[in-house]
């Protein structure tokens, strides 16, 4: 008897170490929820400029781009820089979010998010837990 509860004990101790969400893991879904938010903006350049202008400040985009220019802006060469530098930005932003995801995500939601796609799948995610 004993033998047997010692057995259940060790799997359910060894399911729920492996069900235990790593900061690596954590790490990597900042990572690719980073690159989820860039590439939506840049698809949707409209949407982006109105992120962009919708609170005064130095966006580091030259006062010369308009709403209407911004795509033809992301396409050249300072574009493609300034578009690393809002990359930086975006994981800078989800770095946050690593240690609650240490603490409190399941391992269901750290799949379900590095299998993300689209903004909207990631929003998903966090309504299935």
Not at 6 to 18: E, T
Not at 43 to 57: I, N, Q, R, S
Not at 89 to 101: M, S
Not at 113 to 119: G, H, P, V
Request: aromatic share 4%; proline share 4%.
């Amino acid at each position: 008897m004993r033998i047997a509860l010692v057995l259940v004990l060790a799997a359910a101790c060894a399911k729920s170490s492996s069900d235990k969400v790593t900061r690596e893991q954590c790490s990597r879904v900042a990572d690719h929820i980073a690159e989820i938010i860039v590439e939506h903006y840049a698809a949707h350049p409209d949407e982006f400029w109105d992120a962009l202008t919708a609170e005064p400040g130095d966006t580091g985009v030259p006062k010369t781009v308009t709403k209407e220019t911004f795509k033809v802006f992301l396409d050249s060469p300072e574009g493609k820089t300034w578009m690393m530098q809002r990359h930086g930005q975006a994981r800078t932003g989800t770095e946050n979010g690593i240690d609650p995801c240490v603490q409190h995500a399941t391992r269901k939601q750290v799949d379900c998010l590095l299998a993300a796609k689209t903004k909207d799948d990631v929003t998903a995610c966090d309504k299935a837990q």
